[in-house]
């Protein structure tokens, strides 16, 4: 997967690596790298705000199980949903009040996919797992994040950034920057 891969490919691909993540989780309460979040709300955080986002710009995506009774089927509904969105109205125009007008595959690229990308090393990190996100994919998400810092920080969304060494791996690098600890890993059972 590059960089010049479609919406639908990138798509298919990394909701394939959370799928793959989700089907390994195995304690849907454990904690993640995100402050106060479980498991479980990493897979939440992705199949109630993207609906939202959508509906904004007046796309409903069905409604599926609830995350908290299924997660994996919540995941596994969502993300299928997704992908025939991309593959049957990719290239209609899509408004949304907050970010204008775009074709709709770039807009659930560009706020969705990269979303998905990161959040997959959350739930890996939770399960104790290791998320393969792509190196490239990850490298072009920090350059562009890299180029509107300011937006970003102000919007709340992110942390303050963790310090990571400059030839650190491009994904501990992008993950620091959103304010993710590269080191961070589960408390021990039994610990806090």
Known sequence: MGLDASAAVRHDAVAGEFTRLVEQTTDWSAPTPVDGWTARDVV?????????????????????PAT????????????????????????????????????LADAVDRFYTADVFMHSWDLARAGGQDARLDPDFAGRLLE????????????????????????????????????????????????S
């Open 44 to 64: 939440d955080h992705l199949v109630t705000w993207f609906p939202g986002f959508l509906a904004a710009g007046g796309i409903e995506l069905p409604a599926g």
């Open 68 to 103: 908290a009774a299924d997660p994996a089927g919540a995941w596994h509904h969502h993300a299928a949903a997704v992908q025939d969105l991309i593959a049957e109205r990719g290239a209609e125009s899509f408004t949304h009040p907050h970010v204008g007008t775009l074709p």
């Open 144 to 191: 562009g994040m890299s180029a509107m810092e300011d937006v970003l920080r102000s919007s709340g969304q992110y942390g303050d950034p963790v310090p990571v060494p400059a030839d650190a791996p491009v994904v501990d690098r992008l993950m620091g920057f959103i304010g993710r600890d590269p080191a961070w890993r589960p408390p021990a059972a039994g610990t």
